[in-house]
């Protein structure tokens, strides 16, 4: 399971919206197969290896399989995975977690049950659980997972007064940082930090097969035509409040997608905006905004994860990382839990969460 593991992490970065699936298939001579879930609309992680056991003239006949998820039981893009695994003659099947999607939900472990093949479940579960959390979130809670992150000095400022901020950190918490962004279904910036920095917000330090969807916050639609932001590779969703037919037009004919989501004081309703994504099949959203937006998902308790970047530097007046309150007390603070602390370079890495977040 520890192989499958590490097979569904290769995927992370290739299969959105799909999760992230590893599959290791032991034979009785003790030879064995790995493989991971490929692009959407290709081969799932079991029908991967059971085409490499193909490819190298084997049988799968009494084999043990290790699957990180549950195999699928429907017709979707391709066929389900439980059928094959029966249909290969397969005797035994352990299963890490069971697939969240209501169109799964137990169904192919109870097929293959079925079958007369032997089924486990549960053998290290948690960590598969967390490797797809963006999947389990879209499933159980129909909003993606949303992680914030934020560049700032040990002072915690994340640019000078007037906006500049290139660059707080060096070039290995750059590619890190890029890393993450690899691995979500899209990247949400605010129309601040297009309008002060002119961002790409694509992925460029990294190897990545797919660029992910870039969202910009924008209620009253000032995002340029121009802008950096706009052009390939990938595409861009804008979401608004105001209804500017003049501004819309522009940045469609520029290659955007805008969606009017108003909510109170002539903002975006970002509550509602997490639920359009995730009828996009947004699983993780990779949130890169300036303390104004940062501190709406905050005040909102939108953050399901916090990813920072300290550089060991002291700025002094500045940005904040993200701008909310004041709180009545300190007990109203928002709690947070450590998950792992790092050091990238010359900088640290920090992960936190609120405590029992990813329970759902």
Known sequence: MHEALAQAAQALRVCPPNPAVGCVIVLPDGQVVAAHTQATGQAHAEAHALALLRQRGLSARGATVYVTLEPCSHHGRTPPCADALIR???????VAVQDPN???????????????????VGLMGEEARELNIGFFSRMLRGRPWVRLKVAASLDGRTALDDGRSQ??????????????????????????????????????????PRQPLRVVVDSRLETPPAARILPPPGEVLIYHAEDQAARRAALEAAGARCVRLSGPGGKVDLGAMLADLA??????????????LNGSFVREDLVDEYLVYLAPRLIGQGREMMRFGP?????????????DVERVGPDLRLRARPPGRERF
């Open 327 to 339: 709180l009545a007390s300190l007990d109203d603070a928002p709690a947070l839990a450590f998950l």
């Open 88 to 94: 290969e003659g397969v005797a035994r099947v352990v």
């Open 279 to 292: 009828h996009r099949g947004i699983n993780e959203l990779h949130v890169e905004a300036g303390h104004k």
């Open 102 to 120: 209501p169109l799964v939900a137990g169904q192919g472990i109870k097929r293959l049950r079925a079958a007369g093949v032997r089924v486990d």
């Open 167 to 208: 660059w707080i950190t060096g070039p290995s918490a750059r590619a890190d940082g890029h890393a993450w962004r690899a691995r979500a279904g899209a990247v949400l910036t605010g129309i601040g930090t297009v309008l002060d920095d002119d961002p790409r917000l694509d992925v460029r330090e990294v190897d990545t």
